[in-house]
T-cell receptor, first 109, second 114 residues
């Protein structure tokens, strides 16, 4: 059973600050990593994917992957109240996706 | 933009009744999934489906559950005799192919078992 661990939070940051979300995974075979955003009562929405070590930036979002440490993170710059949601880390191994429990983020205006 | 559609959005049923949740995956996607999320808990894998058969299933997916792709578009999850603990949000998702990464979710079907 592949484990994906996230700090469940809740994480609170003031508007305009950087939010940092972390995820570790147990399986070194995993090759693809994703961050999903889930608003309460809604379905997960893909916001970032990363496949190789290093950083990947998309607008205010930066994903960081370190396969040696089995660690993936998401930075949200200039956090907005609309970023308040639960962020799910997902790991793909073969054709299966394994999800963490999610980190709840609240951005305080 | 193509999307995964699910019906119904919410279903209330009595314990012991059969429920069918329906999904239309994105056209030309090859892999289909059902996930479950009990309120406040993690997204849990139920089953994956490829080439008209189950490719993998979790321990949750016991004999009470079944999946079908009755035609070229619909993908259904059937729960034969619902239990109170089946109350959850059920998400259908689809994946274009083995070498693609993006899993697309439908809006979910909320099942309430009384």
């Amino acid at each position: 059973q592949k484990e994906v661990e996230q700090n469940s939070g809740p994480l609170s940051v003031p508007e305009g600050a950087i939010a940092s979300l972390n995820c570790t995974y147990s399986d070194r075979v995993s090759q693809s990593f994703f961050w999903y955003r889930q608003y309460s009562g809604k379905s997960p929405e893909l916001i970032m994917s990363i496949y190789s070590n290093g950083d990947k930036e998309d607008g205010r979002f930066t994903a960081q992957l370190n396969k040696a440490s089995q660690y993936v993170s998401l930075l949200i710059r200039d956090s907005q109240p609309s970023d308040s949601a639960t962020y799910l880390c997902a790991v793909k191994a073969g054709n299966q996706f394994y999800f963490g429990t999610g980190t709840s983020l609240t951005v305080i205006p | 933009e193509p999307e995964v559609t699910q019906t119904p959005s919410h279903q209330v049923t009595q314990m012991g009744q059969e429920v069918i949740l329906r999904c239309v995956p994105i056209s030309n996607h090859l892999y289909f999934y059902w996930y479950r999320q009990i309120l406040g808990q993690k997204v849990e894998f139920l089953v994956s489906f490829y080439n008209n058969e189950i490719s993998e299933k979790s321990e949750i997916f016991d004999d009470q559950f079944s999946v079908e792709r009755p035609d070229g578009s619909n993908f259904t999850l059937k729960i034969r005799s619902t239990k109170l603990e089946d109350s959850a949000m059920y998400f259908c998702a689809s994946l274009a192919g083995a070498n693609t990464g993006e899993l697309f979710f439908g809006e979910g079907s909320r099942l309430t078992v009384l």
